[in-house]
């Protein structure tokens, strides 16, 4: 998400956590790997850069974190390489789901270097709000993206971000849905693929709902073609009864066009050629259908 939508970064910094940033309509992404030593160490999720390419103003790092699983002293490694590579000021955003995550990564970093410690700007549970109107969510799709990730166990903000989905006509809101889906927990997906599967109107981006949405739909192509074979099979029948005098009764027509047995309508067609009256036609020891 923030990857596409660099802008984004800046407004969470400074309208949810009140950094201050410089004013400059410039905003474009850098390269995420910013070492200029050979080494996969030094590598983040997202680089926002404000500013002018030749003269950058400041340095954003975006960094999605769902667990403590990352060494806070890498965080402080990533501001020192980027610092070093543009000569601009750098904020380090790390946007956590959980609070204790975000509670751990809001703790000030010794970077191990004397002198240099590291306060990273961290957007917990409690920095994003609850958004359970679908057309707040519509207003502001970003914001209800991180309102399932962060407040997603209440069904309300998921169905809001569903009721959403439906309305949004942004050329990004295809990929709305899977950003959502990523960043958010386990119970979190389940309840998403859950809502999502049950709304009028079924986005195709989970895993699960690609599997089980094409599933259905070559289902539903197999059966749509049963049925187109038996409807043109009731047709034929009826054209050859007609062509061979018989008169059939509204029962009758009734009974040939409801059946759906392919199998039997052939049955039926064949005998329709030589049959020499209906009830030879329909004699159960030729075949009828109970």
């Known amino acids: 998400m923030f990857n596409e939508r ?77 610092w070093l590579m543009l000569g601009c000021d750098v904020t380090v955003l790390v946007v956590c789901p959980d609070r204790g995550v975000a509670d751990h990564y809001a703790q000030p970093v010794d970077s191990g270097l004397t002198g240099y410690r590291l306060q990273a700007q961290v957007l917990g549970p409690d920095d994003i709000p609850v958004i359970t109107d679908p057309q707040e969510a519509v207003a502001r799709p970003a914001l209800a993206i991180m309102a399932v990730m962060a407040h997603g166990r209440d069904r309300k903000v998921v169905e809001a971000f569903a009721m959403a989905l439906a309305e949004l006509r942004d050329e990004h809101a295809p990929k709305y849905y899977e950003y959502a889906y990523s960043m958010s927990a386990p119970d979190v997906r389940r309840l998403l693929e859950e809502i999502i599967m049950t709304s009028a109107t079924w986005p195709v981006y989970s895993p699960f709902a690609r599997e089980h949405y094409g599933r259905g ?64 036609l329909f004699d159960e020891t030729g075949g009828q259908a109970s």
């Open 6 to 82: 660099p802008q984004l970064v800046v407004e969470v910094l400074r309208d949810l956590l009140g950094v201050e940033l410089p004013a400059t309509p410039l905003v474009r992404l850098e390269k995420t790997t910013f070492n200029t030593r050979r080494s996969d160490d030094i590598e983040s999720d997202v680089v926002v850069v404000l500013g002018p390419p030749q003269s950058p103003a400041h340095a954003i790092i975006v960094e999605v974190q769902q667990d403590k699983s990352k060494d806070s002293k890498q965080l402080a490694r990533y501001a020192a390489a980027l």
């Open 217 to 280: 739909q070559a289902e539903g192509k197999a059966e749509g073609k049963a049925e187109g074979k038996a409807e043109e099979a009731v047709r034929m029948l009826l054209l050859v009864l007609g062509a061979r005098g018989f008169d059939i009764s509204d029962d009758m027509r009734t009974r040939i066009s409801t059946c759906a047995d392919l199998a039997q309508l052939e049955s039926w067609a064949t005998r329709a050629v030589t049959a020499q009256s209906l009830e030879d």
